[in-house]
């Protein structure tokens, strides 16, 4: 069976710090793995994914991720954060049939002035 | 371009009772995903239609039910609602069975 951790529920960053948010999964195969941000009373929108080539992968709103084999791990990274990223983020994997993501518990984004 | 429209954006309904969520998708895309997500975790996924067939379903009781139409818009049944149904019901669409998902952005169900 698939699953995802997220292990740090709430996050707290200044303003133009660097963020990293920790994504570990448990797959079978090779894994599909997507992060998703979600802001309040909304759905989710996709941040980035991976599935197969470059273990850097980039998205959008300046964030990338790294694809690590040997620690199961998909962390998401950020150089400088906005006060507008303050939001969930979750960490998602996809079987290979393409047609079932799951989803680790999130990790709420605060961002400080 | 319209994006994943669902209806109703929010519904109260009471203990016992059958409730229908709606979802459209988007535009070009002919499978539509559904998914819960209780207050502070992450979404589950319910099941998927594709070809207006259920082809994928999680660890989800009967009570659950859908429908996909030959338009391609789908329909979320839940039966003799219990208090733990309340969450919000995410409708995902993609062109087939990949992961080019747009999300919608919910309907909140609230049971009382």
């Known amino acids: 069976a698939q699953s995802v951790t997220q292990p740090d529920i709430h996050i707290t960053v200044s303003e133009g710090a660097s963020l990293e948010l920790r994504c570990n999964y448990s797959y079978g195969a090779t894994p599909y793995l997507f992060w998703y941000v979600q802001s309040p009373g909304q759905g989710l929108q996709l941040l980035l994914k991976?599935?197969?080539?470059?273990?850097l992968v980039q998205g959008i709103k300046g964030f990338e991720a790294e694809f690590k084999r040997s620690q199961s791990s998909f962390n998401l990274r950020k150089p400088s954060v906005h006060w507008s990223d303050a939001a969930e983020y979750f960490c998602a994997v996809g079987n290979n049939a393409g047609n079932m993501l799951t989803f680790g518990g999130g990790t709420r984004l605060m961002v400080k002035p | 371009d319209a994006g994943v429209t669902q209806s109703p954006t929010h519904l109260i309904k009471t203990r016992g009772q059958q409730v229908t969520l709606r979802c459209s998708p988007k535009s070009g895309h002919d499978t539509v995903s559904w998914y819960q997500q209780a207050l502070g975790q992450g979404p589950q996924f319910i099941f998927q239609y594709y070809e207006e067939e259920e082809r994928q379903r999680g660890n989800f009781p009967d009570r659950f039910s859908g429908h996909q139409f030959p338009n391609y818009s789908s329909e979320l049944n839940v039966n003799a609602l219990l208090l733990g149904d309340s969450a919000l019901y995410l409708c995902?669409?993609?062109?087939?069975?990949?992961?080019?998902?747009?999300f919608g952005s919910g309907t909140r169900l609230t049971v009382v």
């Open positions: 995902a669409s993609s062109p087939g069975q990949t992961y080019g998902y747009t």
């Open positions: 991976y599935f197969s080539g470059d273990t």
